[in-house]
């Protein structure tokens, strides 16, 4: 049977996404309503062009020589990539095949939907970690909690499966010392984590908000001072974290 996905856009990317220089597929379809989100074009499924595996495959191919000249890969991002989990491992299964370095770009909220043979062809996980508790969590979110994050994080930890962490410094959101702590200490305990990348928060977003005719909750909020993102990425490295 054909595996079919949701795919709202690709793009290639270099240092941003994975390792080297990626082929990267945005999945349409996210659960969660982060107040920060820069992509809300792809929250619902029916958003994106319906692919099917063939279809995708045939577009990474095309760079699939600059790819591995380059020592990148094909990363799998979203909305959020686990809401269509078949389809995730139907193109890591190729990649696999082919040669292709394979990173997972995703919240971790739906890791329980991530099956061990999908995780069996994902080389790398790049996981955003909201917050250090359940009440920030939900107040980033608006929608997820964080347990599931956490289960997923040792979960991959316990398959041996690398993960760089993500983490966005927003400015009267993320920023308390007791939430950094919480993040760093909960990236410390998981002992597959390779390193830790603090994302200070930009508004670059708020015209896709004004496009969809909605309001960009964080439209007041400055992005965090160099002061502040210097201040935070040592607080991590305090846990014994490598910090980018």
Known sequence: MTVTGSVHSFDVSTGVDGPGTRFVAFLAGCPLRCQYCHSPDT????SGQIMD??????????YERFIKVAHGGVTLSGGEALQQPDFV????????????????????YLGAKASDELLEVTDLVLLDIK???EETYHR???TGSLEPTVSFAHRLADRGIPIWVRFVLVPGLTDTVENIDAVAAIAASISTVERVEVLPFHRLGAAKYAALNQPFP????????PALVDRVRARFRAHGLTVY
């Open 140 to 142: 980033v979110t608006r």
């Open 89 to 108: 491992r139907e193109i890591f299964t190729r990649c696999r095949e082919r040669g292709l370095h394979t990173a997972l770009d995703t919240s971790g």
């Open 131 to 133: 917050a250090g508790d």
């Open 43 to 46: 929250w619902f499924r029916r």
């Open 218 to 225: 964080l439209a007041g909020t400055d992005a965090p001072t």
């Open 53 to 62: 595996a063939d279809e995708l495959m045939t577009e990474i191919q095309r």
